[in-house]
């Protein structure tokens, strides 16, 4: 025994010190970094946003469990089979008190919304914005560019900039609602957990200075209340993009937009980019403490190459994430024209788009009001049962150059509201017959509600599938009790069965017949 593991110990150790000597030829290796064809990345990041690219895979029959969230159409997750079936991108209706905020005409005074958050307790909006676009020098001698003021509402339309007298900003007119006296909020948070009370907002502050240069960067800043602001200016979080525009890029650009993500319990950084040929482009990256980030990935390029992602913002909503894209046209005005289009992701991670080609917000073809050819959406709130859309926009020669807009009208950057019901964002339409059947469900629940709009004449009925692919006993299309409304909210029966008691924790697939209809969402609670 003794001599077999002395022969054991033996040949390992000689395998061992066999392995650890080398040549050198062999310690040559290779460079860090794979070759890249510059060309080649305008090709791969436009087709990253392609839902087909991005889901390869055939999901018909693998089965998808769900809660009460209610479950939008905004992708093909759901769904297993169609027949006639489309897709419609519903535009949200501007309100009729827009602007709701609106700067005095005075230069360089201008609203560019930074963010609107609701609250429980008054008030219960509040609006963070950039109101100064140009340079100023602070009592330590900086000169320092920007200021970031508040205001106020108790119902989200009809708003207040509240005189605070917290700083001097020369040039600005109208109260003193200044917070910060530079830079712009590009993200906004609330904590009501969090310990220390002098912090419980927090934002990340673009930030341009001169006097000595110093790089444009976002920092870090504080506040017990949203209005009282503190901030470390002597170190940049992330720096700001600077030219060449290629890759790798040396920092992120100033429409970057900063959100927390509730379901994922994370910092989002919704991330500009300017890649080859200086083309406008996103990305996303995430942090646990505004401090340390993931290095961004790719989301978002324009599909055509008269177009560039302007801007983008991403909502948490109902389980899942809602995204709007700034679409921008370079050759439609002087001013920087963009409409806006829907995207979503599952995950937070992977975004693709929605109805590719139909706006969600689009030009006013008739130049004559003021958000007729830029339109930058920033928050969405969930209000009762609707959707609310803050965003900025101001008019171009497009508008000012024609005599039918309005001497009253802005002439700056302004902020409007726009609205539409809960979930309709998009549907699922069949103007004659048509059908859809989702994947195999698995749910908890048992009654299922749908957000439908069926016409005169129309109709929507639900079918249940069991796994084996038959129809249920007293589930079928002709036992489904029609649905002829246009509710956000309709409760489905059927002759002998008013809910799916019975059939929780199995896999059902929902086959929805739509005739004449709009089918926006479904949930089970």
């Known amino acids: 025994m003794i001599k077999i593991v002395s022969i054991l110990v033996s040949a390992v150790f000689l395998t061992t010190w066999n392995i650890t000597t080398v040549s050198a030829e ?5 460079p860090l970094t794979e070759p890249l064809d510059q060309n080649q990345v305008t090709l791969t990041w436009r087709n990253l946003a392609n839902e087909q690219v991005m889901f390869p895979l055939v999901m018909a029959n693998m089965p998808v469990k769900i809660g009460q969230e209610r479950q939008l159409f905004v992708d093909n997750y759901l769904v297993a089979q169609e027949d006639n079936i489309t897709r419609q991108v519903h535009h949200p209706v501007r309100s009729a008190d827009n602007p709701v905020l609106a700067p005095p005409k005075v230069n360089f005074n201008h609203i560019v919304l930074q963010d609107v958050q609701q609250f429980d307790k008054p008030p219960r909006f509040r609006m963070w914005y950039a109101s100064y676009d140009d340079w100023q020098t602070l009592p330590t001698g900086q000169i320092i560019r920007f200021a970031t003021s508040y205001a106020i509402s108790n119902d989200g339309v009809h708003w207040e900039r509240p005189q605070l007298n917290l700083y001097n900003v020369e040039g600005l007119a109208g109260p003193n609602n200044v917070v910060v006296p530079y830079g712009m909020m590009q993200g906004i948070f609330y904590d009501p957990e969090e310990p220390d009370p002098e912090k419980r907002f927090k934002a990340l502050v673009c930030v341009e ?8 960067g976002y920092y870090v800043h504080t506040s017990p209340d949203g209005i009282h602001w503190k901030g470390n200016l002597s170190q940049t979080v992330i720096a700001s993009l600077v030219g060449p525009y290629s890759i790798p890029q040396n920092g992120i650009g100033d429409t970057t937009r900063f959100w927390w993500d509730p379901l994922r319990r994370k910092y989002i950084g919704d991330v500009k980019f300017v890649i080859y040929g200086k083309q406008r482009a996103r990305g996303v990256m995430e942090s646990d403490d505004l401090i340390h980030w993931t290095r961004p990935t790719p989301t978002f390029l324009a599909r055509e190459d008269n177009a560039e992602i302007y801007g983008h913002r991403g909502f948490a909503y109902q389980g899942m994430y809602i995204g709007m894209r700034w679409i921008f046209l370079p050759e439609y005005s002087k001013r920087h024209s963009s409409y806006v289009e829907l995207d979503c992701s599952r995950d937070g991670h992977i975004w693709t788009r929605v109805g590719a080609d ?5 030009f006013n073809l008739r130049h004559d009001t003021w958000d007729a050819s830029i339109m930058r959406p920033v928050s969405m709130l969930e209000v009762d049962d609707e959707i609310w859309i803050y965003y900025f926009a101001a008019p171009t020669e497009l508008e000012t150059d024609n005599p039918e807009y309005s001497e009253d009208a802005p002439i700056e950057w ?7 019901p809960r979930d309709r964002f998009v549907s699922l339409n069949a103007s004659d017959a048509g059908q859809l059947t989702t994947r195999p469900i698995n749910f908890r629940d048992q009654r299922l509600h749908v957000n439908a709009a069926v016409a005169n004449g129309g109709e929507l009925r639900v079918e249940l599938i069991s796994d084996k692919g038959d129809t249920i006993s007293g589930y079928s299309e002709s036992d489904c009790v029609p649905i002829v409304d246009d509710k956000i909210d309709i409760p489905v029966e059927w002759n002998s069965k008013t809910n799916l008691a019975g059939l929780e924790n199995s896999y059902i697939r929902f086959r929805f017949h739509l005739k004449n209809a709009k089918l926006f969402s479904f949930w089970i609670d």
Do not use: H, I, T
Not at 414 to 420: D, E, T
């Open 209 to 216: 200075r001169k006097n000595p240069v110093v790089r444009e």
């Open 414 to 420: 302004s902020v409007g509201l726009a609205k539409l």
């Open 358 to 362: 139909q706006p969600f917000m689009d």
């Open 26 to 30: 062999d310690v040559a290796g290779g």
